[in-house]
């Protein structure tokens, strides 16, 4: 009793009062029952064996239910007053354990009759306070508040556990979509890699293709001005010839006799043979350009290029693609060129 505050030892003491009362209570009214069955049974003189065992069982059966009825209503007693104790301690949100075992300590037993005789043979018993009931639970004042907060904390509590098990769970949904995500961006690089292979191997048969038709090209071009430059040798014979004629014709017409004279007419005829070649050698020049633009359009619409073009402008926006769906799912990734 000594760790307990003086409010605590007061509350024993009645406890220990009343106990004291009912255990006085209890010890009169066996004498009464004595009393009364010897009033009731021994009113002869003499008994045989018979009939004091019987007296002696009667009066044994009634204090045994006597006795019985006591305790039972001792131990219900004792709940009851374990009950107040325990709503007082459940309107603070508390827990009250209770040791069993130590109820038949005997030591622990032989200190609290040493308690009860040292407060009622000593005359040291603390004054009673005006009520024998517990304090009442109230909801207004200083006690009422407190057990808001208790509430709202514990609310508070139940509601923070709630969020932790709702994020561990999205933790969990983000872990699973991670790997999915990083399966997914897995498959997407073989992809890329499978599309530039491709993408490699299609630039390398469109480079040879185009240098296949570039040597055609050129090699139709050389024959082709071989073949005006056969053509214009004929012309320009034939014009040459044309020429000779003329200047013989000149020659023949001119009358002069001095050499000066024939200077002039021959610069004359070098200047118009000279006009007529560079007439020649322009109109050859612009019809091999022609040649080389005509090619290079039949060239460029041919459909082994349409087909080329077209397969590289499709693979180059699926790897479009692919790297914006990359991005998506990791937006640090690095692409190797």
């Given amino acids: 009793m000594n760790t307990l505050n003086e409010h605590h030892v007061n509350q024993f003491v009645d406890i220990l009062r009343f106990s004291r009362l009912r255990r ?14 010897s009033e009731k049974e021994l009113y002869d003189t003499t008994y045989n064996k018979n009939e004091v065992e019987q007296i002696i069982n009667n009066i044994r059966d009634v204090v045994k239910n006597f006795v019985e009825n006591e305790v039972l209503n001792i131990n219900h007693m004792n709940v009851l007053l374990l009950q107040q104790f ?22 622990l037993l032989n200190n609290i009759k040493q308690f009860e005789e040292e407060q009622f043979h000593k005359n040291k018993l603390m004054k009673q306070q005006t009520t024998n009931k517990l304090e009442p639970l109230i909801n207004e004042g200083p006690v009422g508040i407190l057990k808001k907060e208790i509430e709202e904390l514990q609310k508070e509590n139940k509601q923070i556990k709630q969020d932790k098990e709702n994020l561990n769970n999205k933790i969990k949904e983000l872990s699973n979509i991670n790997n999915i995500s990083d399966d997914k961006i897995k498959e997407l690089k073989n992809k890329i890699d499978s599309l530039q292979h491709e993408i490699k191997k299609l630039n390398t048969l469109k480079y040879d293709k185009e240098k296949n038709k570039k040597d055609d090209l050129i090699k139709a071009v050389d024959d082709a001005i071989e073949d005006k430059k056969s053509k214009k040798q004929v012309k320009k014979d034939i014009n040459d010839n044309l020429i000779n004629e003329k200047i013989n014709n000149i020659i023949e017409k001119s009358k002069l006799a001095d050499i000066k004279g024939s200077k002039l007419n021959v610069d004359e005829l070098l200047k118009f043979q000279n006009i007529q070649t560079q007439k020649q050698i322009k109109s050859l020049t612009e019809e091999v350009e022609s040649l080389k633009k005509d090619l290079d359009s039949k ?12 397969m590289l402008i499709e693979r180059n926006n699926q790897y479009k693609i692919l790297k914006a769906e990359i991005l998506k799912y990791n937006p640090n990734y690095q692409f190797q060129n």
């Fill in 299 to 310: 060239l460029s619409q041919s459909s082994p290029v349409q087909n080329l073009k077209r």
């Fill in 86 to 107: 325990c709503k007082q301690a459940e309107f603070w949100h508390l827990n009250l354990l209770a040791n069993i075992s130590e109820l038949e300590n005997r030591q």
């Fill in 24 to 37: 006085s209570q209890l010890l009169n009214d066996i004498n009464l029952i004595y009393e009364e069955e």
